[in-house]
C-alpha cells in the first residue's frame, strides 16, 4: 500500500522531530518534507529518499524507527512481533525476580536466556550509566556511561538466579574489559549487576569459582555492580534473534567458536595444571 503525501509527511515530521533520528538521517528527511510540500510528487521523493538511505539499509545501520520507516517506503512489511513493554513487569513478587547482565551486545544475550524454562520476559537496553533516557546511537558512542544489557524477569520456582549467573559465564570472555568479540568499546564490558545482598553473594561465590577453577589465564575482570535506572532500547532492537535469524545466526556462530577455543585452551590449562601439582 502506497503512502498518501498526507501520510508521509506525518511519518517524517515524526522522524525529524525524534531525538533517536541521526543529525544525517534528519538532513535527509527534512530534505523530503521540504520537497514533498513543494511538488507534492509522493512516488518520486520517497523514491529519491530511499536512494539515500540505501546505503545504510542494507548494512541495517539506519537508527529502529528510520528503518521502520525505509521498509513503508518500500511497501515492504514493517516488523509484526513487536515487543509488549507493558508486559514485562513482575506480577507475582513471591515468585519472581529480576536479573541484569551486561555481556556485550544485547542482540546476543536475549536467546541464551529467553528460551530457558523458567524465563517469563527479557528486555534490552542500558544501564549503569549517568544519562537518563539515552539514545541508541549516544550509547554506541560511548558518551553516557551505560552498557548494553539484558533485564530478565524469572520465575523462582522453576529457575534460580545462580542457574542465570552460572548461565552468564558461559556466554562472555570474562577477561575482556574492552568490551566483548566484535563488539569493542567500554559500553560492551562484562557487568552482572545485582539488585539485593542475596544476589550479591551469589555473584561474587560464582566469579570466586571462575577465578579459583585457573581456567584463564588473563585476570577476571568482570564487575559486579548494584542495578540502577534500566533504559529500554526501542523495539527496533528487541529480541533481535527473532527479527533477523540470518544476521544472528552468524554473529552467534563467530562468539560460539571463540568460546570454544577459549574453554579448550582453558581445559588444556587446568590439566597441565593438575599435572604439575
Known amino acids: 500500500m502506497e503512502l498518501t503525501k498526507e501520510e ?16 544525517w538521517e534528519r538532513s535527509v528527511l527534512t530534505t523530503t518534507k521540504d520537497e514533498l510540500e513543494v511538488d507534492g510528487n509522493v512516488k518520486a521523493q520517497l523514491a529519491k529518499l530511499e536512494e539515500k538511505l540505501r546505503p545504510l539499509a542494507v548494512r541495517d545501520n539506519l537508527t529502529g524507527d528510520v528503518a521502520d520507516f525505509y521498509l513503508k517506503i518500500l511497501g515492504e512489511p514493517v516488523e509484526e512481533e513487536r515487543f509488549d513493554f507493558s508486559k ?7 515468585h519472581q525476580d529480576y536479573a541484569v547482565f551486561g555481556g556485550g551486545c544485547f542482540w546476543c544475550m536475549v536467546e541464551p536466556f529467553e528460551t530457558k524454562d523458567g524465563i517469563d520476559s527479557v528486555l534490552s537496553g542500558f544501564t549503569g ?19 548494553e544489557a539484558v533485564e530478565i524477569i524469572f520465575d523462582t ?6 542457574e542465570l549467573v552460572d548461565l552468564y559465564w558461559q556466554l562472555i570472555d570474562p577477561t575482556d574489559e574492552a568490551g566483548q568479540f566484535q563488539d569493542r568499546g567500554y559500553q560492551y564490558r562484562p557487568i552482572i549487576f545485582v539488585r539485593n545482598e542475596q544476589q550479591r553473594q551469589t555473584a561474587e561465590e560464582s566469579k570466586q569459582k571462575v ?24 523495539n527496533h532492537y528487541q529480541q533481535f534473534y527473532k527479527k533477523h535469524p540470518k544476521r544472528y545466526k552468524r554473529i552467534k556462530r563467530y562468539r560460539q567458536r571463540f568460546l570454544l577455543y577459549q574453554y579448550l585452551k582453558g581445559e588444556v590449562r587446568m590439566r597441565w595444571n593438575k599435572a604439575k601439582n
Open 157 to 162: 520456582r522453576i529457575i534460580s538466579y545462580k
Open 211 to 234: 577465578i579459583n577453577s585457573g581456567r584463564y589465564k588473563q585476570p577476571i575482570v568482570t564487575e559486579i555492580q548494584p542495578t540502577s535506572a534500566f533504559w529500554p532500547v526501542e
Open 8 to 23: 508521509a509527511l506525518r511519518e517524517i515530521y515524526n522522524l525529524i522531530i525524534n531525538k533517536g533520528t541521526r543529525d
Open 129 to 147: 550509566g549517568h544519562t537518563p533516557h539515552p539514545s541508541y546511537d549516544q550509547v554506541l558512542g560511548g558518551f553516557t556511561g551505560h552498557v
Open 88 to 94: 514485562h513487569v513482575i506480577e507475582d513478587f513471591n
